[in-house]
Structure formats: structure tokens, C-alpha cells
């Protein structure tokens, strides 16, 4: 019995039957909470804890469903493309932003470690928190950081910013797309896109942009302040 | 276009992507490196978007989804929270709230600044 649970199409079917719930859930709900990945992620891992199976049988599909994540990415250029117009207009403020933002959050990060006395490796872990994890790791693993953290972190930063995105437009007040999007995508890299995407086409290309050039400066400030 | 020649499409570009991944003496990952990849191609009107709609529709409307196997290994990863699960929690809200706070308030300022400068 046990064997089938290595199966590609049980890591597929439990992910897929996860998300349902979860989209189900918010829609009842409406609670900002309520985030169906974030529920997803949790019944999973509960599913897979309470049965005691590997998550290695699980990646069997897991890896598969993983493995749309690049293409999805990639796909991200057909909506800038789509925004065209938007991105000459605004090309100044873009890199403003995206330079203003992954500098606050890597100075964030700094002060705050310090604040928890945390050592070198675990703030060199996470330091690149805000961009996408293969940019992260490869930031981290280059200055002594622990690859595993960063990993946690980047995601934990990408579910919080994915769930936060509505409350912080409403809280801080920004209406207009384009600032919404470029903040979404700084502060919480693919997996916050996946919520600008929701909002509007708008807010999904901006913050499909923001992965990119948060994720290049990134690489340039580690460079030079790291 | 059939749906088989939009996965082509998209799929090459993406092994492009990582070709270039491996090429580049810095860490850059493949799926960025395709994203410009695609976007170069689209204004060179080498792809038409017409060409790749259904697909990546598809892959845009299903992104969250995507996501869950990735989350789901933090599983894996239990002694490192159990070590320090506060204070990466602290700083991974603080410092979501305050990059976005500052993308969002440091763009409004520069849009703002250009407009005032076109005005006079």
C-alpha cells in the first residue's frame, strides 16, 4: 500500500483536492486569512504528517506540479508585454522602486538581526529573503549563508506578502496598479505575483516585472554591501 | 494555435532559460532568464502573443497552485524553525510591510516628482 503513495498521481490529486478546500474556504469565508495556498500548504503537510509519509513519495508529484513554476514565470513576460505602453511610461519609477524596496528590505532584515542577535551565517541567510529562491539561495550560499533557511524564509516571505496584499493596500492606502504591483512584487517575489495577478492584469505585470529587477539589484547590492 | 505547439513554445524557451542559467558566471535563475527571454522575443515580434495564449493563461490563472509542493517542504525543514521560528517570523512580516510601504510610497514620489517637472 504504501508504495502507492509514490505514486506521481497521488502528489498531484492530494495537491489539487488541498487547493479546492482552500478556494472553497475563502469563498465562504472571504477572510484575507482564509489564503487557499496557504490552506493548500497546511492540509498537505497535515495530510502527509498524520499518514507518515514521505514527502519524498509526495514529490513524485509535487515535482511535477514544481516543475510549472519556470514556464509560469517566463509566462509573466506575455503580461508586461501586454502592459507595454505602461512600462516606457513608468520605466524611471520602476527601477526607483524596485531599488527602494529590495534596499529596505535587505537593511530591514540587517537591523533586525542584529536586534535578535543572530549570527552571521543566519543573517547572510537572510539577507535576500524578498527575491525568488533561485536568485536567494545563490546570494546566501556565496556569503556563508545556511541554503535551508533561506528557503524557508523566501517562502514564508512569499505566502505572508500573498495574504498581506490586500490589507497593505488598504492600510497604506495605494490605489493606483502600478504602485500596488511593483510593491508586491518587491516585497514577496513569484508567489505574492500569483495574488497581483488576481487583483488586475495591471498589478499582476507590475509585480511580474518587480520579480526581475528586484531580483537583478539584489544580486548588484549583495555585491557590494555583503 | 493547438495547444501541443504552445507547450513547445513555451518549454523551449524555458530550456533556453536554463542554458543561459548555466552560462552566466553569477546565480541568475533559468525561469527569470526565460521571462527576458520571451519578453525580448514578443517585441521583436518573433512570438506573437496570439501564438501562446491559451498556455499562458493557463500557467498565469494557475500560479498560486503552483506553489504548494514548493511550501509544502518546509516540512522538511522542522529543526531549523523549531531553532528560530520567532524571530524569522518577526522578520520576514517587518520587512514585507515595510519593503512594500517603501516601493509603493518611493514610486508614488517619483511619478510625482516627473509630473511636476513636466508641468513648469
Known amino acids: 500500500m504504501s508504495e502507492l503513495f509514490a505514486s506521481p498521481f497521488f502528489g498531484i490529486a492530494l495537491s489539487v483536492a488541498a487547493f479546492w478546500v482552500g478556494v472553497r474556504i475563502q469563498k465562504r469565508t472571504g477572510l ?5 495556498l496557504l490552506i493548500a500548504i497546511v492540509l498537505v503537510s497535515a495530510v502527509l504528517l498524520l499518514l507518515r509519509i514521505p514527502y519524498e513519495d509526495y514529490n513524485a508529484g509535487g515535482a511535477v506540479i514544481n516543475m510549472f513554476l519556470a514556464p509560469a514565470t517566463a509566462c509573466l513576460a506575455v503580461s508586461i508585454y501586454t502592459k507595454l505602453p505602461l512600462l516606457r511610461e513608468n520605466w524611471l519609477p520602476i527601477l526607483v522602486g524596485c531599488a527602494v524596496g529590495s534596499l529596505t528590505s535587505m537593511g530591514s532584515v540587517w537591523g533586525l538581526c542584529r536586534l535578535f542577535r543572530l549570527d552571521e551565517a543566519m543573517t547572510a541567510s537572510l539577507m535576500p529573503k524578498s527575491v525568488t529562491t533561485p536568485i536567494a539561495i545563490g546570494i546566501a550560499g556565496s556569503h556563508g549563508g545556511i541554503q535551508a533557511v533561506t528557503v524557508v524564509a523566501v517562502i514564508l516571505t512569499g505566502i505572508l506578502g500573498s495574504i498581506l496584499a490586500p490589507v497593505l493596500i488598504k492600510l497604506f492606502r495605494v490605489e493606483d496598479p502600478v504602485e500596488a504591483g511593483l510593491a508586491i512584487g518587491a516585497c514577496s517575489h513569484a508567489v505574492g505575483t500569483s495574488k497581483a495577478l488576481e487583483l488586475g492584469e495591471t498589478e499582476g505585470a507590475m509585480s511580474g516585472l518587480a520579480i526581475g529587477v528586484c531580483g537583478i ?4 547590492l549583495s555585491l557590494a554591501l555583503m | 494555435m493547438n495547444i501541443i ?7 523551449s524557451i524555458c530550456w533556453v532559460g536554463q542554458i543561459i542559467e ?6 541568475f535563475p533559468a525561469s527569470v ?3 527576458v527571454l520571451l519578453f525580448t522575443l514578443l517585441c521583436l515580434r518573433a512570438v506573437r502573443v496570439d501564438h501562446i495564449r491559451e498556455k499562458s493563461d493557463f500557467l498565469l490563472g494557475n500560479m498560486a497552485f503552483f506553489f504548494i509542493p514548493a ?6 525543514y ?5 531553532s528560530a521560528l520567532l524571530p524569522l517570523l518577526v522578520i520576514c512580516l517587518v520587512t514585507t510591510v515595510l519593503t512594500f510601504a517603501a516601493t509603493a510610497y518611493s514610486v508614488r514620489l517619483t511619478r510625482y516628482l516627473m509630473d511636476r517637472r513636466k508641468k513648469q
Request: hydrophobic share 60%; with cysteine; net charge neutral.
Open chain 2, 33 to 35: 532568464a526565460a521571462m
Open chain 1, 32 to 36: 484575507v486569512l482564509c489564503n487557499p
Open chain 2, 78 to 82: 522542522f529543526d531549523v524553525l523549531r
Open chain 2, 71 to 76: 511550501g509544502v517542504s518546509i516540512i522538511n
Open chain 2, 22 to 27: 548555466s552560462l552566466l558566471p553569477f546565480p
Open chain 2, 5 to 11: 505547439y504552445q507547450i513547445a513554445i513555451i518549454f
Open chain 1, 217 to 220: 539589484l539584489t544580486v548588484l
